[in-house]
């Protein structure tokens, strides 16, 4: 894939899809990372709600979060799949966030990118895309995280390769697309992989971007 390719790609994203503005100041890396462990293998909606219980609950600092009983937090999140698994996670990560960062985490967004991540990685029930959201939207960090709509639309039209782990598709998208953008890309190839390049029966005849596509599928 070239780059001219690249961006004539986002370009046609940009005018299919309207990204809402995104305000910072609700953001800490805390409250992401929150919301972000609550979303893994949950639906948006179901990640929302959950949230919303454990606000209504708790103050979402590390503070409040690790003093919390276990059974109350799950209790927030029983709306949002492997709950149980997630509320010992959220404890736990608010706890070492206590002991080790004296329960702040504001200080990533002063840190080189890679020191940080490596640094987030090392939290429990904290991986690359979860590191890669907290850093891109809380610490306006140049990083692409890869959900399981970017990794696919990512491949299927070519941006990244077939057979690449999440590093690869990262670095990938990275090199094609300017760090201003990141936020773009990301977004955008979610609403795509969302409303056109579904898993199963993508809808290639009515998708935006299917004369950039090598592996858009002809309809008989
Ligand atoms: S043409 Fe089809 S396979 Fe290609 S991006 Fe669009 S929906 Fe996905």
């Not at 090392?122 to 990083?143: H, N, R, Y």
């Not at 690449?164 to 090199?175: D, I, K, M, P, T």
Request: include cysteine; glycine fraction near 4%.
């Amino acid at each position: 894939m070239t780059r001219k390719r690249a961006v004539k790609i986002l370009l046609t994203l940009r005018k299919t899809f309207t990204l809402q503005k995104r305000t910072t100041s609700s953001r800490t890396p805390f409250r992401t990372l929150i919301v972000t462990i609550i979303s893994q293998n949950t639906a948006d909606g179901n990640t929302a709600k959950a949230f919303e219980n454990l606000s209504k609950q708790f103050q979402i600092t590390p503070e409040a979060l690790s003093n919390a009983e276990k059974s109350k937090i799950e209790e927030c999140l029983k709306v949002a799949g492997l709950y149980r698994n997630k509320a010992k996670t959220i404890k736990e990560v608010s706890k070492i966030i206590m002991e080790k960062f004296h329960g702040d985490l504001t200080w990533i967004s002063s840190m080189p990118l890679e020191e940080v991540r490596n640094a987030l990685i090392q939290l429990p029930g904290v991986g690359p895309k979860t590191a890669d959201v907290v850093l891109l939207f809380s610490a306006q960090k140049p990083t692409i995280p890869i959900d399981t709509h970017v990794d696919r639309v990512s491949k299927r039209l070519g941006l990244a390769t077939r057979n690449g782990n999440y590093e690869a598709v990262r670095e990938s998208l990275q090199a094609l697309y300017t760090q201003k953008n990141y936020l773009d890309v990301h977004m955008l190839l979610i609403l795509l992989g969302r409303e056109y390049c579904k898993a199963r029966n993508p809808l290639c005849e009515q998708c935006p971007v299917n004369m950039f596509c090598q592996s858009r599928r002809v309809q008989n």
